[in-house]
């Protein structure tokens, strides 16, 4: 949608940003500007006892004994990441907390205790309070996370809703997003597609009574299941040697891991493992299911790297523990540049030339 | 002010309240019924690790070694607690950051790491998003808090800041709204009304050039200064026996305080330490300066009790480390009433029958 921009503070390595600041309004930026300067700011703050600052899936903290801390937040906004009259308030509150959930296991750990805060219009209905609340406990209690406190704040505007979640994590369990090496292999969780194919779903309308696909990917968008079993299953192995959960798609989320860790990469099309549901979305809406795989967004599935002769361990690893997939669908390069190779051999730049679903 | 209304999530043990849901809007729900839900929503989520949930300045969670670690957070949206015609970006950063810090500190632990989240309207011009971030980072590095993460994301609405932060505190320095003894002294750090004095002061747009008062009480409400040493000072001693800050006012938080310890108290209005400046801006406006001490709001001052006879070593040890005063006010008692006598003896119930100047 285009009402918003999220940004993510960025690594405090990008500190030092000397951009020139504006009286333009933030809609007009690039990203990338307003995060330097926050990512600066905010490195300004660091004290001892960070270990991982803004930038990865979620702070990584010194504690006592050897677990460490981890610390995320996500924010949800009526209009830029959900409609009201597309998901149901619970609903609404099961993502606020899957996606922070999915945040921790993304680093290997496990959830442990979130605050939630909502900014409600005034006019919401008590029954919607609630019913956001008992989402927010559901996933909670589903991933093994304690909802500890919260603010509920009368609003004149959108619904907004945000999560901070604390985590532990073993220290050797630890993964980041840095750590990807050339010649490693790049591999994903499950499959892609379906968040996003959901939101094109509800966005053009379609409607098939009786389809359990069509259900399949609104369950997908609507109620993300972190992977939280997988991520231990992959940390436990040792194996990895870099992870992040796939929230804005991969072509977004890729250079991400990628910058951190200094790399580019290769990413073979057709060996993505897109969701059944999504091609049949897309042939109904004459879409591309390889744009929702690399674009939607919001699949939550973990993305990351291991040596090539690891794979089969690591996919044997999470099978065992999880039943779920591991697929590779390419490799780690030197130099900056990723690039997907079509089924033809033909190569494109990765991040470019996509339609972009949006945010949400 | 009239928009908002803010309900904390108040304490689990309140669990199994009944209220029959309906579709009231939320602004015409008394704090209490909506509360006790999200109570007993939040005390389904509750697991290992958590000491104390939902309902003191922060929850207390247990870890690794000596420490216990704390997490709060608290939301400021505008039209609600600030106004953007009132506040610089930098002082709603400030406030943002100072008032969470200020929870921390009524447990009697240091302020660790915080993540920070903005939804700004898409208007909203860069270098104001900065300045608020700007302020973020000199509260946080004021109070020796690491700003680790945080989303901006635009929004249709109006500005949000929603800061969540952790700290640590020794285990034998913690203290809790709990554990008010009828007897014990009731004190206050420094003084109060300042900062709901200068709220009076832009509501009015009372403009006196060249006065420092009045400059005072603007830069009590606009920037909080949590008293984290004083609260280290009265924590190391052992002697308080319940601790709180004074966000919402004497009349709102000493039931609170009491509620949480089964206890009742009588306060003596001529014992209540009222700012200068604040008696200099409730004359010029013909108004109480009592009534800002009650219920003006986010004076961040501390609120504690402790056994009489620890009263002189308490004040001494806390003038000593920080040369601020703390102030006996009145005594808890048995029961739940909660008492205020003026000058004269006459008796009348706290809480009620005072001026509310609203959450801000």
Redo the contacts between chains.
């Keep these: 949608m285009s009402?918003?921009?999220?940004?993510?503070?960025l690594p405090c390595e990008l500190s030092g940003a000397t951009s020139i600041?504006?009286?333009?309004?933030?809609?007009d930026?690039g990203e990338n500007r307003?995060i330097a300067?926050?990512r600066a700011?905010?490195s300004?703050?660091?004290?001892p006892?960070?270990i991982v600052?803004?930038?990865d899936d979620?702070?990584v903290?010194s504690?006592?004994?050897?677990?460490l801390?981890l610390?995320?937040?996500?924010?949800m906004?009526e209009?830029?990441?959900f409609r009201r009259h597309w998901a149901t308030p619970r609903q609404i509150g099961w993502k606020a907390m899957a996606q922070n959930v999915s945040d921790i296991a993304a680093m290997g750990g496990s959830p442990?205790?979130a605050?939630?805060?909502i900014?409600?219009p005034?006019?919401?209905?008590?029954?919607a309070?609630?019913d956001i609340?008992?989402g927010?406990?559901a996933a909670?209690?589903r991933y093994?996370?304690?909802?500890?406190?919260?603010?509920?704040?009368?609003?004149?505007?959108?619904l907004?809703v945000?999560v901070?979640i604390?985590g532990w994590v073993p220290r050797d369990h630890l993964l980041l997003r840095r750590g990807a090496a050339p010649g490693d292999a790049v591999l994903v969780t499950g499959s892609l597609g379906a968040a996003g194919a959901g939101l094109a779903v509800l966005e053009h309308g379609l409607k098939e009574p009786d389809s359990s696909l069509l259900a399949d990917v609104l369950r997908a968008h609507h109620e993300p299941q972190p992977r939280l079993n997988e991520a231990w299953a992959i940390a436990v192995t040792g194996l990895a040697s870099a992870m992040m959960d796939l929230s804005d798609g991969l072509a977004d989320d890729l250079p991400r891991l990628c910058a951190e860790s200094g790399v580019g990469a290769r990413i073979h099309a057709d060996a993505i493992p897109i969701a059944p549901a999504c091609s049949w979305v897309a042939r109904r809406l004459n879409l591309s299911d390889l744009a929702f795989a690399l674009s939607g967004g919001e699949d939550y599935e973990l993305l990351l790297t291991c040596p090539q002769q690891a794979v089969p361990q690591l996919q044997r690893a999470v099978l065992d523990a999880t039943g779920a997939a591991l697929t590779p669908i390419g490799e780690i390069t030197a130099g900056e540049g990723i690039t997907l190779v079509d089924a033809e051999g033909r190569q494109r730049p990765l991040g470019h030339g996509f339609e972009h679903f949006g945010d949400t």
Excluded: N, W, Y
């Excluded at 600041?21 to 809609?27: A, E, H, M």
């Excluded at 300004?44 to 004290?47: I, K, V």
């Design positions: 009402v918003g921009q999220e940004l993510k503070l600041v504006t009286d333009r309004p933030i809609r930026l307003l300067r926050f700011l905010a300004a703050s660091l004290g006892g960070v600052g803004p930038g979620a702070a903290l504690a006592d004994g050897d677990r801390l610390l995320a937040c996500d924010m906004v209009g830029v990441h442990f205790a605050v939630a805060s900014a409600a005034g006019d919401f209905p008590e029954a309070a609630i609340a008992d927010l406990v909670a209690s093994g996370a304690s909802i500890v406190g919260g603010d509920l704040v009368g609003s004149t505007g959108p907004v945000d901070a604390t």
